[in-house]
């Protein structure tokens, strides 16, 4: 069976989210390294102190984001790409009464062809209440019965 072209250029976005958020959270690295390297000591102490401070917490910032977006992007690793099931699982694009899904990773809203996607990852409030679930079944999501329609 081959690659359903809407589901790939789906995966293509979560790919590229990916790859974005990585560069720009290794961009940050780099120059809080760098201003780390040039602070050098000046004649007032302690702001020098405060201001090697603050670079130390922001690098441990970036440190955590770095560390979640691996873990998404082994999460992501894991989305087949290509396949049917008959039930909502990792990889499935899922059209409801009211949205339509595709669980792999938390990307956002997807624009493709005036029609809008939201990619969300299978531990989020919503995928959690869709994994698992049938054409035709009904959840409920913030008070609102949802009915899925179709799953790719």
Do not use: W
């Not at 390297?37 to 090697?52: F, N, Q, Y």
């Not at 609102?144 to 790719?152: G, N």
Request: hydrophobic fraction near 35%.
């Amino acid at each position: 069976m081959g690659i359903d072209p809407l589901k790939q250029q789906l995966y293509d976005h979560c790919q590229d989210y990916i790859h974005n958020r990585l560069g720009r959270i290794q961009k940050n690295i780099q120059e809080i390294q760098e201003a780390l390297g040039s602070e050098t000591k000046s004649s007032a102490g302690d702001k020098h102190e405060t201001g090697r401070a603050m670079i130390q917490l922001e690098r441990e910032k970036l440190g955590v984001q770095l560390s979640e977006i691996q873990k998404v992007q082994e999460l992501f690793r894991r989305v087949p790409l290509s396949g049917q099931s008959t039930t909502v699982s990792l990889g499935s694009l899922v059209t409801t009464n009211t949205n339509s899904y595709y669980l792999a990773i938390s990307a956002g809203e997807v624009r493709i062809d005036e029609k809008v996607y939201y990619a969300i990852a299978p531990n989020t409030p919503i995928g959690k209440l869709l994994l698992g679930k049938t054409e035709n079944e009904t959840i409920e999501f913030n008070g609102k019965e949802i009915r899925i329609t179709a799953i790719l």
